[in-house]
């Protein structure tokens, strides 16, 4: 009977862990909220504007990606939306007109763009900050338009270091960006 429970056990773990190494690379992207919207524990600032807390799209909405190289270093990368999600990007889209969308990278938000239209051709830009590690784990997941190209900018390590939980602040519920990833990703309390 020990035996058994032993080997439960032991399949448990080793299931366990194959689930944690096959995790999905963090990529999502949040509207921006209106000035007006209740709700506060829905919101997140970054930059002195609101974003609902809920992303509007994530990685796994698109399937496939063409990086390109910024004259800075930084690789900026396109995201080509599946067929069955182009409808929801563009009423989203719509619906935000003369709003920012902010594009969240494994727990960093990046530069946020301006919706000046509903998005049809089905595409979302990160414009720049991305790195070779980046461009590797979004290839775990997405196809790459040219992947002769997109090899040769992979890092195996990611040369940017991870941003530290920081200590709460303010009123009960009065979250901010960081928050919010530590509680997507698991890490906080």
Partial sequence: MFTRHAFIGMLGAL??????????????????????EPGRAFIVTYGGKHYNRMPA???????KFRSFLNPDGSYGVVLYVKDEYRNRLYTTTLQHQGRNLLPVVNGLAFEPTLIDTGITDGKLVIWNGLNGYDLKMF???????????????????????????????????????????ELESGTGQ
């Fill in 15 to 36: 299931l366990l862990s194959a689930c944690q190494q096959n995790k999905d690379y963090p990529v999502f992207f949040l509207t921006e909220a209106g000035g007006g």
């Fill in 57 to 63: 799209l994530a990685l796994k909405h698109c399937s």
């Fill in 139 to 181: 290839s775990k997941h997405l196809e790459p338009m040219e992947p002769e190209i997109e090899e040769k900018r992979y890092l195996d390590k990611n040369p940017r270091p991870l941003p530290k939980p920081r200590k709460k602040k303010g009123k009960e519920g009065d979250a901010g960006l960081q928050d919010f990833l």
